[in-house]
């Protein structure tokens, strides 16, 4: 919540605006009290079991927001952990808020943003978010319907929680490599370095064994100048490796007061982790995650950054599948992508290209043999057009493939399960159906370009998506928001509760009109029979209301 705390003394900070160069000093609050301004809120629960607020209406006027606080609650007292921070209002608006600092530490030392005098923001009209913006995560409701579940809004605010002087940052990466992960890195340094002053940012060296490890690099704008220009990450990276006591301690005692954790849903899941240990400890240490992962398949936000340099790199091998598929007699080109548990690599590589035949998704189930089967279609589009260009996605019929080998079931450092390689074990099995079975001559060409994919640096549209983000977390981490992730929500820069990241994951809707779009565009049969689609369709009914963005929402 965009909580601002105002001086025993008076009742609101000074008005800022875009003329004011006055400066608030440290201004201290009784632990008593503190005030809130919002507009048209009915109640608030924060969830913290020794707070609680309640907010009365008094028509469109601004109300303030009394908390009450235990006397005995200090910076070093344990709270317990809390629930989700939400808040209700007219209309059946909810506000998924983010946790801030002052929700767990009393009197707090506020400070005015140094953007009102920087030069670069001379020209905007209007320098700070409003207190009452947020970003609806439905865009698309009915006259009668609620307003529905919303988040907050990211960018700069007026009052921040940090002396400049006094910040130390840390920047990690985990998980595997991603398009985009050194542009965020240069921008969350960047962004601290002249936006706000910070002189002291360090990267952890190795993903989260990093913190216990003391491997730590010194970062500032001339060290990340030009990284964005190369693949991979300059920090390192790994899986695993989250001991939360040893990673807090660490944090401790380095002095460490911003943390940015970069990664997929498991490294969100960790930095939630450290988050609630932090505010156990009652530590003044902001976390702010941003979520990376090349499949697309984080929940709430629009997209993941580094997503469209994999489709349009993918672009570059289905275009070598094709060539080669279609210089050769009843020629196949088979190609690989990415996409453990999710298809949306696939599926919009699919659509760009518009050379695929056929796209197979983990979302998707299909089957080989008999009527209505993989084989048979892949037949009839030889017959038809003398070649054929196959995509796959690495979790697609893994099912198949472990009821053949009777594969045991084995996972990751990061907890993800190890997936066999179904797009060879595809390629064998059709070469020996047409060979054996149809006695038919084929020129089978396999491509698994993912470690290219992976290397290679963000393209322009990942590039400016990569800043919106960083500089959103530190704007976010600087107002004193923590255990929050920043994220797109139907174009807007948000914050979003660690929870809400890591709750589910995101998925292709095989009854959305985004995959009706790619079956009519390579004419693929679905691989479902009509009872088994209107299954599907009864089941998702419920659950997705978006029926245009291949995305399914929560209710």
Not at 369 to 382: A, N, Q, S, T, V
Request: proline fraction near 5%; glycine fraction near 8%.
């Amino acid at each position: 919540m965009d909580s601002l705390l105002a001086p025993s003394s008076t009742t609101s900070f000074p008005s800022l605006n875009n003329n004011s160069n006055s400066r608030i000093k440290h201004k201290s609050l009784p632990s008593s009290l503190c005030f809130f301004n919002l507009r048209k809120f009915s109640t608030v629960s924060f969830g913290y079991s020794r707070r609680s607020c309640r907010l009365r209406l008094s028509g469109s006027r601004r109300s303030k927001i009394k908390c009450s606080t235990s006397p005995t609650m200090s910076s070093s007292a344990s709270p317990e952990i809390p629930q989700p921070k939400i808040v209700n209002g007219p209309g059946g608006y909810v506000l998924e808020d983010v946790p801030h600092l002052s929700d767990y530490i009393p009197d707090l030392p506020v400070y005015s943003n140094p953007l009102q005098d920087n030069p670069a923001y001379s020209v905007v009209k209007q320098y700070f978010v409003h207190v009452d913006d947020t970003v609806p995560q439905k865009i698309v409701v009915h006259k009668n319907s609620p307003r529905g579940v919303h988040f907050r809004r990211a960018g700069p605010r007026q009052k921040i929680y940090f002396d400049s002087d006094d910040v130390h940052a840390c920047i990690v990466t985990c998980g595997g490599l991603c398009p985009g992960l050194n542009t965020v890195i240069r921008e969350i340094v960047c962004g601290l370095f002249h936006m706000y002053g910070v002189k002291k940012v360090s990267g952890i060296d190795g993903g989260y064994r990093g913190f216990y490890a003391k491997n730590t690099v010194h970062l500032d704008p001339k060290v990340v100048n030009d990284i964005h220009k190369r693949g991979g990450t300059i920090l390192g990276t790994s899986r695993g490796g989250h001991d939360t006591s040893k990673i807090v301690d660490s944090i401790q005692d380095r002095g460490i007061n911003q943390v940015y954790i970069i990664g997929g849903d498991g490294t969100q899941r960790g930095a939630s982790v450290i988050f609630e240990e932090i505010r156990r400890r009652g530590l003044k240490v902001s976390v702010a995650g941003i979520p990376k992962t090349i499949d697309n398949d984080i929940p709430v936000i629009d997209r993941s950054f580094g997503f469209d340099t994999a489709v349009e790199e993918a672009q570059r091998a289905i275009n070598a599948a094709h060539v080669e598929a279609e210089s050769f007699e009843n020629g196949i080109g088979l190609v690989k992508l990415m996409g453990r548990y999710s298809g949306f690599i696939a599926m919009y590589a699919t659509l760009a290209s518009r050379d695929v035949d056929c796209c197979l998704i983990p979302e998707s189930p299909f089957y080989l043999e008999g009527p209505g089967g993989l084989f048979e279609y892949i037949e009839r589009r030889l017959k038809e057009n003398g070649h054929m260009v196959l995509v796959i996605a690495e979790g697609a019929g893994q099912e198949l493939l472990s009821e053949s080998l009777q594969s045991m079931t084995q996972k990751d450092a990061s907890g993800n399960k190890l997936l066999q390689d179904v797009a060879l074990w595809i390629s064998q099995r059709i070469k020996d159906h047409f060979s054996k079975e149809r006695k038919m001559t084929i020129n089978l060409k396999y491509i698994d370009p993912t470690y290219m994919i992976r290397a290679i640096p963000s393209n322009a549209s990942d590039n400016v998506y990569c800043t919106l983000l960083a500089q959103s977390a530190v704007h976010g981490a600087m107002a004193g928001y923590t255990g929050f992730t920043s994220g797109l929500v139907n174009g807007r820069q948000t914050y979003i509760p660690f929870y809400r990241i890591t709750e589910t994951q995101n998925k292709v809707v095989i009854t959305d009109r985004m995959w009706a779009r790619l079956l009519s565009s390579t004419n693929q049969p679905s691989f479902l029979c009509p009872k088994e689609i209107l299954e599907d369709q009864g089941h998702e009914e419920s659950s997705n209301e978006l029926l245009d963005n291949g995305k399914c929402s929560p209710n």
